[in-house]
T-cell receptor, first 115, second 114 residues
Framework: AQKVTQAQTEISVVEKEDVTLDCVYE???????LFWYKQPPSGELVFLIR??????QNEISGRYSWNFQKSTSSFNFTITASQVVDSAVYFC????????????FGAGTRLFVKA | DVKVTQSSRYLVKRTGEKVFLECVQD?????MFWYRQDPGLGLRLIYF???????EKGDIPEGYSVSREKKERFSLILESASTNQTSMYLC?????????????FGSGTRLTVV
């Protein structure tokens, strides 16, 4: 069975601090996709990044960076120099093809960035 | 600007009512999904559809059904609403399940069953 664990329920930081959101996944499939989504207070989930299981290269996009490690089944997300606008719920997700593609989401991590 | 539009932002329904949640996308996507979001549980897949008139059960289909008569529209139906179906419902679409750009989500419908 597939599973995504986001152990951090809530994180609170002060603006300009760096923060890392953890994501651990479980699957027996060798081909899979990992995602991060952001859900601001408006409610609409916004896609941030996708990684496939064959690409362990880390990625940086502005203040965002992602660290994918198959050895530990982790796909962590770091925000550098956090800003108030980063306050949101962040979801990690896993897609596998088991009789059709399905995406399993973690429980989410709520990030508060205080000014 | 591409969009997934959910017809209602907030709904209050009575126990036993039949409830329709509508979702329309304008991106010509083949795949559409219904999730419910509950605190501490994340998003759980209710039903999904890969094509018109096709539907597949997700992880928690009990008490729900769906309809996809047209490619752009995917409706979620609560046959007889119950209080444990009070939740945030999110519709999503994608061109293919492993899409490079992930899913596009609607803004959600917060349903309260009283």
């Amino acid at each position: 069975a597939q599973k995504v664990t986001q152990a951090q329920t809530e994180i609170s930081v002060v603006e300009k601090e760096d923060v890392t959101l953890d994501c651990v996944y479980e699957t027996r499939d060798t081909t899979y996709y990992l995602f991060w989504y952001k859900q601001p207070p408006s409610g609409e989930l916004v896609f941030l990044i996708r990684r496939n299981s064959f690409d362990e290269q880390n990625e940086i996009s502005g203040r965002y960076s992602w660290n994918f490690q198959k050895s530990t089944s982790s796909f962590n997300f770091t925000i550098t120099a956090s800003q108030v606008v980063d306050s949101a719920v962040y979801f990690c997700a896993l897609s596998v093809n088991t009789g059709g593609f399905k995406t399993i989401f973690g429980a989410g991590t709520r990030l508060f960035v205080k000014a | 600007d591409v969009k997934v539009t959910q017809s209602s932002r907030y709904l209050v329904k009575r126990t036993g009512e039949k409830v329709f949640l509508e979702c329309v996308q304008d991106m010509d996507h083949e795949n559409m999904f219904w999730y419910r979001q509950d605190p501490g549980l994340g998003l759980r897949l209710i039903y999904f559809s890969y094509d018109v008139k096709m539907k597949e059960k997700g992880d928690i289909p009990e008490g729900y059904s769906v309809s996809r008569e047209k490619k752009e529209r995917f409706s979620l139906i609560l046959e007889s609403a119950s209080t444990n179906q009070t939740s945030m419902y999110l519709c999503a679409s994608s061109r293919n399940p492993g899409s490079l750009y992930g899913y596009t989500f609607g803004s959600g419908t917060r349903l309260t069953v009283v």
